[in-house]
């Protein structure tokens, strides 16, 4: 899977990613708002390598520009029990993402809602019906990029965290932001 506009691309996470996942999960301002422990190549290696190889649920991918790795967003269609904790009375076609851009000084930029957007239009076309994510309440530029990708907040998980939801039958994707 390569998903590619304007210079930005998605692409499958690969094992040579690792060490720049790395670095991502150490960095104290990604991980304000990403939940994550910090990690050391092991534990990466243990979290995503199945991920890589096709052995679990949740797809990875790295979020480059201009050839630069950025970032990073999964995709994953919604397990059972979540749906259940989540109030959905069906799990049909539902899907999860989570994304982080790991350079913080690309923060600000357009570049979180561009590749949502990319990553939204993808999963249109695989026929998803809705995206949904969790939230903390405190990332305010995250949720403004959400909002404008056509995420709406549709519950209150927990102290720190909202759940938000994009209906794909509504939303339109086909643009994305100048980077």
């Excluded at 390598?49 to 096709?54: L, N, S």
């Excluded at 069906?90 to 990553?119: A, C, H, P």
């Amino acid at each position: 899977m390569m998903i590619e506009k304007d210079g930005l691309l998605i692409r499958l996470m690969h094992h040579n990613d690792f060490d720049v996942m790395v670095k991502w999960l150490n960095d104290p301002e990604v991980l304000k708002f990403y939940e994550e422990p910090t990690s050391n190549l092991d534990k990466v290696k243990a979290k995503y390598g199945p991920r890589i190889e096709g052995k679990h649920y949740v797809t990875s991918c790295i979020v480059e520009y201009k050839s630069r790795p950025l970032g990073y967003i999964q995709y994953y269609e919604i397990q059972r029990d979540k749906s259940e904790e989540y109030g959905f009375t069906s799990n049909r076609n539902i899907y999860g993402i989570d994304q982080f851009i790991g350079e913080t000084e690309l923060w600000g930029k357009g570049i979180g809602t561009s590749m949502i957007l990319l990553m939204l239009n993808y999963l249109r076309n695989k026929g998803v019906s809705k995206v949904i994510l969790e939230v903390k309440k405190n990332n305010i530029r995250a949720i403004k990029s959400y909002e404008k990708c056509g995420f709406k907040k549709i519950k209150e998980i927990n102290d720190e965290l909202n759940l938000m939801e994009c209906n794909m039958t509504n939303a339109v994707f086909n643009e994305t932001r100048a980077l």
